[in-house]
Structure formats: structure tokens, C-alpha cells
């Protein structure tokens, strides 16, 4: 059994409708660790050496967070600047993170539809994420195809629990490991996996 | 039996109530029918302990259900009454008035004439506060829908008496002979003889006058008695207000219970309103148990006996007749089903304001004896069935609901008590602020009279009272509360504030603010783990804007500033193992300390080497290119 450690980033999770409703329940899952990054350091004084250990005692690493100005909330990028050590993560020794599968489960207000040249975003949400991509690349770890849950801004709850649903096979698949991982290569989305 | 005088009676009383309440809660049947096992036992017809006077005894002991209105008005701001005004008024006139009429009908069914039937209906309507509140209270229901339906229905019928006490003496029967006069109740009024109206002027008056009183006078006063911090004097004014209230409402010809009800909702927004509790609370408690035993005791099995079929019919009759009427008017109000059950199981049986109206009734020529008597029998017998019938439904009927009542407790009576703050000087009241800012009402005690006023007059809801006193703790909610905040400023004051919610309310969270690092040893030797140095944030602010005044960046400065916080903050954990022997302390703080100083330095020539690692580039320069710039 694969272990999954979820870093979920939402500075305003109070006001959170979609990903409030998405989290519920990950932690009770069986080999799933869920770390609420903006509750454990509110500061943002992020402890490196602890979050280096948690990283290394799991095989998943998944960032959960909603996609604020075409990239992360600031927790996570302080996040990657801080934990992802050169001589750790990258580099000449650092083999830390190696062959770890790297998932990002990400919730966008606008549609689909508009992340593409036609489209008022002018880019698709996986040339937008190039740079997670290519920090997975450079820590050696290989990068799944995004979950998207896009349109929060007009989602029904029957569109959300789906997701839900979506999500949890999703883990559940990656952790015993009956998801081929072969099968994603073509795939832009996790999404499309379901269909 | 011959009684050797007060002490005889107060040893017999007391024993009875300490042997057989324990024994009764032990066996899951609550205080209440303790005290009535206690009150047969020792009564006339088993041991015969007390006699005749015991009905003195009663009286002198409605006297709890008095108080025990008093600390309901405490718990209740006029606001909240408000709120239950339709159910006061719709379950309780509606619960009065058809009972009333029933039973009325049955009696004149058997043979009575309307006028006694009316009398009986009306005595009969009635439910009995003590009993149904106590039990109520001990289940922990009071502030349930279904309790405060009970409660709503009981203070309507409180009010009712009056009334009912001025209709009977027109349903006198000619020819039925009356006892002697001077048995008559309610014969020492000032409004003897007075029309209606100027009745119903006098009432309003004083009724205003009380309410006035109570906001502009009862506050200084006691003020000034908090100020001689002599707790008995408190005590003594606490009683004197209660007593007062009592007497004054007798003198106008309304219930005590009434008069004591509305002052204390007038005072139920006073600063003092918990340490009234806690004072008032132990003479409620005493008063009510020995009423409790007083009912047991009057029950008189020789009646019972002579005519056993009579009185338990009867009994069953009352007990039937009540709870079909509250549980349908419970269904047209739309009260759920389980809570409806505990609402009208609770409710089903005569009042001790029966046991009043019945005499009333002999002396004014409305009932013969020989009719009263027996239905003093049932009414006893009733309240005595009362826990039995709780009991059964808690037991029996309640586990078939799937949904329990405590999902929705407490959204309408209960005040939001999560928080208690002990200690509201410059420290407590930033702490207070700063939650109310975010929604959160905690509630506020403080020992000082004078800071009292001060904040309440700028609007803050503070108590006045001793937050190490278990009593106060517990009025000002502990034992549900999640938080208590200790931010007071004596360190000896902390620590018995800490003693006492440690010693009773062992769940409850403690966060303890700290003048220095010994009393903080000492804090964490009591177990505290959220402890918060007075000084230590704010010193450190300052250090930071001073290192920025010397050309420090900002940013890192705050970090640094942060690390030393932590790293101090786990020093502190660990030398409180040590702090015992003084000269072991000092020398293991200064190593400490000097290792602290060493190891920032050394970051901060490292560029905060553990923590900024990723924001620093030599490792990479190395790694992959080579330095040409100068530093």
C-alpha cells in the first residue's frame, strides 16, 4: 500500500464552498496524511526539516489548493521554495524525492472551456502548470495529470459530490495501486481517466 | 413520640436526606424521589420521626420553590422571555384551561356540584414547579425545546394562581359550613378589602417600582457590599433581596414565587447575576430538599388505606387527564415527538400551589374536608409518581426515538457561554475584545467592584465574582464551557484559579497568562501547557523595530524574532523539570540562553542557514556555477 500526503492550501477556507465540501472525510482514509498547510503554520513559518521528513515517509505527494493567479495560493509556493533543498530535492545528492508520484487536485472558479487559445485565459490549465510540472521533473518525481474541478463558480452540489467521488477513487486507486499508471500517459486531466 | 426541639428535627431531616438521596441517585432515580423515600420513611406512618409538623415544615419550605424561581429569573433575560411568550401563552393558557374544564366535568360527572368541580378543575390544572424543574434541571433537559415548553407551561400557571385565588371565594357554596376563619390564607395583605382596579394600580406600580430598583438601586448597593469583601456580608444581602422581594409581592396579594421570578430577571443582565447564584444556590437546594421530604412526609396512608380503590383511581384519573392534554396540545404546537414525550410525562401530576388553593378552598367554604382531604392525598401521591413516570419514559420510551433531543440543544435559553475569562483587567479585557470582535461572547469575571462598573458602563458584560470559587465557576457555565482563560494578575490568584478548574472541571482547557518565567514553572507543574508570558510578545516586537532602527532587514528580523520565541518557549518547558533547585536552574538557563545567542548568530551569518536554506543560493553556485559577483 502506497502512503498519500495531501498539502491542501486555502488562506480563506472559511468563505470555501467547493473544496470544504472536497476534504471532508480524506483524513480517515487509510494510508492518506492530510496537511492543512495554512492551519499548521499560520505564520508561515514553515518548519523545513519536519515537512522534509513527512515528504520522505510517503510515496504520493499531492498539492490540493484552488488556483489563485494561475498558480498556487503563496503557502505553497513558500512551500516549495523552503522544503525543496538543493542537496534534498535536487542536485547532485539530492535523491530524496525520487520516482514519488507528484498529483496536483486543483479547483478553478472560471470553466474549462476558457483555458484555451479561443478562450479569455488564452492558455490551457496544463501549460499554466508547467512549473509544477518541471520542479517534478527536476526532484526526479513523476507528474500525474491534474485533477481539475473547474467552474466552482457555478457548480451544482451534485457536480461537486461527483468530484468527491471522483477524488477518492482517485486516491484510493493510487494507494493500492490499481491505477496503471501507463493508462495516463495521453491524458491531459485525471479527469478524463473517469469518463 | 416526644421531639427534643429544632436540633432533634434537624438531625432527623438531614440524616433522612443524606442517606437516602445518595442511595436514590445511586439507583438512577435523581434527587427528587430520594427526598420523598426520605419523607415517607421518616414521616408519621413508618417511623414516625415527625408528626403534624410537618405540614409547618412545608410551608416553611415552598420557601425553596421561592428562591428556585429567583435563580429561573436569573437564568432568563427579558429578552429570552420574550421569545418564549408564545408558548407561555399558547401552552400554558391552553394546558390550564382545557385540564381545568375536563376535570372539571368529571367531577360534576360524579356527583359535585359546578362551583366544587370548577375548584378542583382549577386546583388540579396545576403542575408542580419543584418537582418538575429539579428533575428537569438534574436530567440536564432545562434548556432543551422540551424543558423550556415545561417551563413555559409552569410560569404560566405560577401566574395563573393569582387569578384563581381571587375567583374562589365567589364558588362558595352556601350552607357548607366553614372552619374557622382565622385558617383563611392571605388575611395580613395591604389590599385587603381594595377594588379591582386599584388592585391592578398598585401591582403595576410595584412591579415598576421593582424593575427600577433593580437597574438603578440593586447594582450600587451591592457594589459597595463587594467593596467590604466580606462574603457573608454578600450572602446575607443576597437573601435580604430575595426575602424582600418575596414579602413585598405576599403584601400585595400576589404569589412570592412571581415576585421573586421578576427580580430576578430584573437582575438577570447585573453584574452580580452569578455570584447571586452562587450564593442564593446552597438555601435553594437545602429549602427545596426539605420540601421535598415535607410532601413525602404528609402523605397519609390511613386515608390511602381506608379507601385505597378511591385515591388511586383518582390518581390515575389526574395523571391520565394531564398528560393526554399536554401531549395533544404538545401536537398542535408541533413539538417533535420524543421531546413531546418528556414534556408531558414531566408535566402530569398536581402542584404544590394545589395543596394551597385546597385549604383555601376548606376555609372558604368550597370544599367540604372530607372532599379536601383525599385530594391532598392525590395530589401528593402525583408529584410523588412524577420522577417514577420521568424515569420510565427516559428509560423505556426514549430509546425507540432514533433522534435524540440533545442534537438541538440549547439554540434559544442558552446564552454562549464557550468561553470563560477570569480576570478582566488591561490583559483580560484585550483578550475579551479581541474575541467579541470575532463573534465569540465569552463570559467575563473579576474580582475588582470598581472595574466592574467601568466596563460595564463601556458596554462589556462583566460579572462580578471570585473565578477560583467552584461555585462561580460553575454558575459562570464551566462545566460546559471549552475554554477558560486565566488572566488575572495575581500569580497566587492564578494558581488557585487553576487548582479549582483543575480539581473540578478536569476537561475544561486552560490558557494561563504568566508574569515570569518562575510562576510559569509553576504553572507547568500544575500541568498548563498554554502558557503566555505578559511580556514576552511584545518585548520582542520591540526588539525587532529596534534591530530595524539599526538597519536590520524587516523581514528576516521577524523571523529571527521568531525563532527566539519558539526556542525560548521549549527552554522554558525544559528547565521547569529543574526549576526546584535554584542554582541548577540558573546555571541551565544560561547555557541556555548562550546557545540560543550563539546558534542565531551563526544562522544569521549562515543567512538563517536551517530555516532559508531554499532562498539561498551558494549551495547551487557551488553546485553549478561559479562566483564572480562581489558581496
Known amino acids: 500500500m502506497k502512503k498519500i500526503l495531501i498539502l491542501f492550501a486555502h488562506p480563506a477556507y472559511q468563505k470555501s464552498r467547493v473544496n470544504k465540501v472536497l476534504i471532508k472525510g480524506l483524513q480517515d482514509i487509510e494510508g492518506v496524511t492530510f496537511r492543512d498547510l495554512y492551519q499548521v503554520y499560520p505564520e508561515m513559518d514553515i518548519e523545513v526539516k519536519d515537512e522534509q521528513k513527512l515528504v520522505e515517509e510517503h510515496d504520493i505527494i499531492v498539492f490540493h489548493h484552488p488556483f489563485y493567479w494561475y498558480s498556487s495560493p503563496a503557502i505553497l509556493k513558500e512551500w516549495q521554495d523552503l522544503v525543496l533543498t538543493h542537496g534534498w530535492a535536487y542536485g547532485s545528492q539530492g535523491n530524496s524525492l525520487k520516482d514519488k508520484l507528484f498529483l496536483q487536485v486543483m479547483t478553478t472558479g472560471a470553466g474549462q472551456e476558457t483555458y484555451c487559445q479561443q478562450g479569455h485565459n488564452k492558455m490551457t490549465i496544463r501549460q499554466l502548470l508547467a512549473p509544477f510540472e518541471q520542479t517534478a521533473n527536476l526532484c526526479q518525481m513523476r507528474y500525474l495529470p491534474p485533477m481539475i474541478i473547474p467552474g466552482t463558480y457555478a457548480i451544482t452540489k451534485e457536480e461537486v459530490m461527483k468530484h468527491k467521488e471522483n477524488y477518492k477513487n482517485l486516491l484510493l486507486g493510487l494507494r493500492d495501486e490499481k491505477i496503471n499508471l501507463d493508462d495516463l500517459v495521453n491524458k491531459q486531466y485525471f479527469n478524463e481517466y473517469f469518463k | ?631
Open chain 2, 1 to 631: 413520640m416526644e421531639q427534643g426541639g429544632f436540633f432533634f428535627q434537624a438531625l432527623v431531616y438531614l440524616a433522612a436526606a443524606v442517606v437516602a438521596v445518595p442511595i436514590a441517585k445511586k439507583l438512577g432515580l435523581g434527587s427528587v424521589l430520594g427526598y420523598l423515600l426520605a419523607g415517607i420513611l421518616i414521616g408519621p406512618f413508618l417511623l414516625g420521626f415527625i408528626g403534624e409538623e410537618g405540614q409547618d415544615v412545608m410551608h416553611f419550605a415552598e420557601f425553596g420553590v421561592v428562591m428556585m424561581l429567583f435563580l429561573v429569573g436569573l437564568e432568563l433575560q427579558p429578552s429570552m422571555i420574550w421569545k418564549l411568550r408564545r408558548s407561555i401563552f399558547g401552552l400554558g393558557g391552553s394546558q390550564m384551561g382545557i385540564t381545568a374544564v375536563i376535570i372539571m366535568g368529571i367531577a360534576v360527572a360524579m356527583g359535585f356540584a359546578w362551583q366544587t368541580g370548577l375548584a378542583i378543575g382549577l386546583t388540579f390544572a396545576l403542575s408542580s414547579t419543584a418537582i418538575v424543574l429539579q428533575s428537569l434541571n438534574e436530567k440536564g433537559l432545562m434548556k432543551t425545546e422540551a424543558g423550556q415548553n415545561a417551563f413555559s407551561v409552569l410560569l404560566f400557571q405560577d401566574i395563573a394562581v393569582i387569578p384563581i385565588l381571587a375567583i374562589l371565594p365567589y364558588l362558595a357554596i352556601e350552607g357548607l359550613v366553614s372552619e374557622s376563619s382565622s385558617a383563611a390564607h392571605h388575611a395580613t395583605t395591604w389590599v385587603e378589602g381594595w377594588a379591582i382596579w386599584q388592585k391592578t394600580i398598585l401591582t403595576i406600580a410595584v412591579i415598576t417600582t421593582m424593575v427600577a430598583a433593580g437597574k438603578y438601586l440593586i447594582s450600587p448597593m451591592f457594589r459597595l457590599i463587594a467593596r467590604t469583601d466580606l462574603r457573608e456580608l454578600f450572602t446575607a444581602a443576597s437573601l435580604l433581596l430575595v426575602i424582600s422581594a418575596a414579602i413585598l409581592m405576599t403584601m400585595i396579594g400576589l404569589s412570592p414565587a412571581l415576585g421573586t421570578f421578576i427580580a430576578g430577571v430584573v437582575l438577570a443582565q447585573s453584574e452580580f447575576r452569578h455570584e447571586l447564584e452562587t450564593d442564593i444556590e446552597p438555601f435553594k437546594g437545602l429549602l427545596l430538599g426539605l420540601f421535598f421530604i415535607a410532601v413525602g412526609a404528609s402523605i397519609d396512608f390511613e386515608l390511602i388505606a381506608n379507601q385505597p380503590t378511591t385515591i388511586m383511581g383518582l390518581v390515575v384519573i389526574l395523571v391520565i387527564v394531564k398528560f393526554i392534554v399536554l401531549f395533544i396540545i404538545g401536537r398542535i404546537f408541533k413539538v417533535g415527538l420524543d421531546k413531546n414525550m418528556v414534556f408531558s410525562f414531566s408535566l402530569a401530576q398536581g402542584g404544590e400551589f394545589a395543596f394551597v388553593l385546597l385549604s383555601f378552598s376548606t376555609s372558604n367554604s368550597i370544599l367540604p374536608t372530607d372532599v379536601a382531604n383525599p385530594l391532598v392525598a392525590v395530589v401528593a401521591i402525583s408529584m410523588a409518581l412524577t420522577p417514577l413516570l420521568m424515569l420510565f419514559n427516559e428509560k423505556l420510551i426514549q430509546p425507540r426515538f432514533g433522534t435524540k433531543e440533545i442534537e438541538k440543544e440549547g439554540d434559544e435559553m442558552q446564552e454562549d457561554k464557550n468561553v470563560i475569562i477570569a480576570g478582566f483587567g488591561r490583559f483580560g479585557s484585550t483578550i475579551g475584545r479581541f474575541l467579541q470582535a470575532n463573534g465569540v461572547q465569552a463570559t467575563y469575571l473579576d474580582l475588582d467592584p470598581d472595574n466592574v462598573d467601568l466596563l460595564r458602563k463601556l458596554g462589556l458584560k462583566v460579572f462580578y465574582g471570585d473565578a477560583s470559587r467552584k461555585d462561580l465557576l460553575h454558575a459562570a457555565g464551566a462545566a460546559e464551557a471549552h475554554l477558560l482563560i486565566v488572566a488575572v494578575d495575581e500569580p497566587e490568584k492564578t494558581k488557585e484559579i487553576i487548582e479549582t478548574a483543575n480539581k473540578h472541571f478536569p476537561n475544561l482547557e486552560i490558557m494561563t497568562r504568566s508574569q515570569s518565567f518562575l510562576d510559569s514553572y509553576r504553572y507547568i507543574d500544575m500541568g498548563v501547557d498554554k502558557l503566555y508570558l505578559e511580556f514576552f510578545d511584545t518585548s520582542l516586537r520591540m526588539g525587532v523595530d529596534a534591530l530595524c532602527h539599526l538597519g536590520h532587514r524587516r523581514h528576516e528580523s521577524f523571523r529571527a524574532s521568531r525563532t527566539f520565541r519558539k526556542q525560548v518557549m521549549k527552554f522554558m518547558t525544559e528547565l521547569s523539570e529543574v526549576h526546584e533547585d535554584k542554582s541548577l536552574l540558573l546555571s541551565e538557563a544560561k547555557k541556555r540562553m548562550q546557545f540560543l545567542e550563539q546558534s542565531m548568530l551563526q544562522e544569521k551569518e549562515d543567512f538563517h542557514k536551517e530555516k532559508d536554506h531554499g532562498w539561498d543560493a551558494s549551495q547551487q553556485i557551488n553546485e553549478f556555477g561559479e562566483e564572480k559577483l562581489e558581496v
